[in-house]
């Protein structure tokens, strides 16, 4: 048994090896669809055993996910212990690869004072931000942020209405 929640975002990106217009910064609607089940084991090995509580019936409840997903990819919100802290959300980010020169040019940018740019909004990766990349990555946050008991079997990502990227955890 297996549930599955849908949320959107706004993110821009760039391949910097594209041989055609992925390697301009450019900008996509993203769909995100992701699906847990329960599971006594941790991701790796994706082993299924308790298809659902069997006092609540359900596998998790839609608002833990969706929370977990909204923590992630909207608010930026991060717990450690009784500590409540905020990284950059992909939503309105700028995806790029850690050796991009793009990323480091807007990072000095924002922040020389008499621009007054404020700080971005940047997720650096240590892969190309494609729409597979970007599903794995997305894929392994939430996961941990659902904790044990809980595991992130699929994430769909479509970057446009008719382009989508699929990551399962590896068997
Ligand atoms: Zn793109």
Not at 64 to 83: F, N, P, Q, S, Y
Not at 96 to 116: C, G, Q, R, T, W
Not at 135 to 145: H, L, P, R, S, W
Request: glycine share 6%; aromatic share 6%; hydrophobic share 40%.
């Amino acid at each position: 048994m297996r549930v599955t929640k849908e949320i959107t975002f706004e993110a821009a990106h760039r391949l910097r090896f594209h041989r055609g217009a992925c390697r301009n910064l450019h900008g996509h609607s993203y769909r995100v669809r992701v699906t847990a089940a329960a599971s006594t084991k941790l991701l790796e090995d994706r082993e299924l055993a308790r298809p659902t509580d069997p006092e609540t019936g359900m596998v998790v409840d839609f608002g833990v996910l969706a929370e977990a997903m909204r923590e992630v990819l909207i608010t930026g919100v991060r717990r450690r212990g009784d500590a409540t802290f905020h990284v950059s959300p992909w939503d309105h980010s700028l995806i790029v690869h850690k050796e991009d020169p793009f990323a480091e040019a807007i990072l000095a940018a924002s922040m020389k004072e008499e621009l007054d740019i404020g700080s971005q909004r940047m997720i650096i990766l240590d892969v190309e931000p494609t729409a597979e990349n970007m599903a794995a990555c997305i894929g392994k946050e939430i996961n941990e942020k659902l904790g044990i008991g809980i595991g992130v079997v699929r994430v769909e990502l479509w970057e446009t209405a008719t382009s989508c990227a699929t990551w399962e955890p590896e068997a």
